[in-house]
């Protein structure tokens, strides 16, 4: 606008200042044409006409030199205007001269009549003109002014209205913490980039949701596990010290509680595993390990224990070459995983028997475990990955639901791939990919 409103004045002004020295210069080239070309006419007469002459500009006046610097027609009775040597100079070299004097306006032309040369000088003042101008610069000014104003009202007005889903997110955000995560943003229409936005933030309110229920679920679970072997240790201790008793009562009671306290330290040891895997995320390992050795000390570790148990390990012919079972990875972790797998199949199936099939697949090994047990329903399969979680066919065989989800994050954590398919009654297979380094 201010922009606008400067070239808007300075365009009038100089349109204003063309305006009025053409006028001069018709005025002067009409009074020096009545002056030479007019018969009969002197000075004084030119004179008498132009004081009447209604298309006068304001304060005219006009001054006509001969060659020699002779004022052969001057209307400036009172010797108002200067005539600069300079000036007449400049017009007897043929220019146009402009200039201002005071508040007079000055033009200076050269005429050619009666075979020499005149320099007419007309000056007026353009008190219309000028006003005009001055109209014009107040009328802009307010014009700018107001909009000014109005534009500040309005962007103000708007920004306020476009900026206003954002903060009602800011402040509904401002009211979510960990005890009202249930609590969601307005979406809007869901298509703006605000209603985005506040999609974007729900989805991730129902992430934080779930996991902080699962880790409030984790904690109550972990609590509970715990707390029965202790309580069942405090329950015999407290018996035991009731009187004096036998050796041989002394001895089981403590076997007893010594496989309390093993399981407690097996339950701990597994849980800090749950909490220490599932925290790293995805790893790159920079030890190297043979799956099949891995297999077959997981079966002398675990037939040292069971030696009901029957582990049959086969390598496929599709392996040819002992580089394509090697993995990138942690030894320990990967023998925990393999040992659960195993354990679980043994554990439940009636014939306690497990069958490992070693395969290639493109750059991956392939680790299927057969059994022929008790099998896992359709309903808890979804479910098996969960901490805690335990087949309702399950539930007569000890354990304790975290053996799987261990197993599914150190298989993640070494960027593999976990599949289980089962059937009630007939046996459950367990599929193991890793990525091999081959
Ligand atoms: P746990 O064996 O201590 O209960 P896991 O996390 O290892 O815990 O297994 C979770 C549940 O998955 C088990 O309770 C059982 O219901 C089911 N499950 C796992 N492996 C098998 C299997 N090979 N056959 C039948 N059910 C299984």
């Not at 802009?140 to 309005?154: E, H, Y």
């Not at 990875?329 to 099939?357: F, M, Q, R, W």
């Not at 335990?390 to 304790?400: E, K």
Request: aromatic residues 8%.
């Amino acid at each position: 606008m201010i922009i606008a409103s400067v070239a808007i004045y300075f365009s009038s002004a100089s349109f204003r200042k063309e305006d009025f020295y053409n006028r001069l210069r018709n005025k002067s080239r009409s009074t020096a044409k009545l002056l030479f070309d007019a018969r009969d006419i002197d000075a004084n007469r030119v004179l008498k006409i132009e004081k009447d002459n209604p298309v006068n500009l304001q304060n005219e006046k006009i001054i006509i030199l001969n060659f020699k610097n002779d004022t052969v027609y001057s209307s400036d009775e009172n010797g108002k205007i200067e005539i600069r040597n300079d000036v007449l100079e400049r017009v007897r070299t043929g220019y146009r001269v402009t200039y201002k004097q005071g508040s007079f306006e000055v033009l200076g032309t050269l005429y050619f009549a009666k075979l020499d040369r005149f320099v007419v000088i007309a000056a007026a003042t353009d008190i219309e003109g000028s006003l005009h101008l001055e109209k014009l610069k107040t009328i802009l000014t307010i014009v700018c002014l107001i909009s000014l104003l109005l534009f500040f009202i309005a962007g103000w007005f708007y920004s306020g209205r476009a900026l206003k889903p954002i903060s009602d997110v800011v402040k509904k955000v401002e009211d979510i913490s960990i005890t009202s995560l249930n609590l969601r943003v307005f979406e809007g229409n869901g298509t703006d980039e605000i209603g985005r936005l506040a999609k974007t933030f729900n989805k991730m309110l129902e992430r934080l949701e779930t996991s902080f229920a699962m880790q409030k679920d984790f904690i109550a679970n972990a609590s509970h596990e715990l707390r029965t072997p202790l309580t069942s240790i405090n329950g015999q201790l407290e018996v035991l010290m009731m009187k004096d008793r036998a050796t041989t009562e002394y001895k089981s009671a403590l076997g007893s509680v010594l496989d309390d306290i093993k399981s407690l330290i097996y339950l701990s040891n597994r849980l800090l595993l749950i909490a220490r895997t599932s925290a790293e995320g995805p790893v790159n390992f920079n030890k190297t390990i043979r799956i099949d050795e891995i297999l077959w000390q997981a079966q002398e570790e675990i037939k040292r224990f069971n030696s009901d148990y029957r582990i049959n390990i086969s390598i496929d012919n599709s392996l040819t070459d002992s580089d394509q079972m090697i993995v990138a990875g942690d030894e320990y972790l990967l023998k925990v995983a393999v040992s659960n797998i195993i354990d679980n199949a043994c554990k439940y199936s009636p014939d306690h028997t497990v069958d490992i099939k070693l395969q290639h697949r493109e750059k991956w090994i392939e680790i299927v475990f057969e059994d022929r047990g008790i099998g896992i329903s359709e309903e808890d399969l979804q479910k098996i990955f969960e901490p805690f979680y335990r087949g309702t066919n399950a539930l007569s065989i000890p354990g304790s639901g975290i053996g799987l989800p261990l197993v599914n994050q150190i298989i993640k954590n070494h960027n593999g791939i976990i599949k289980l398919s089962s059937q009630i009654g007939k046996g459950t297979s367990v599929i193991v990919l890793l990525p091999t380094i081959s």
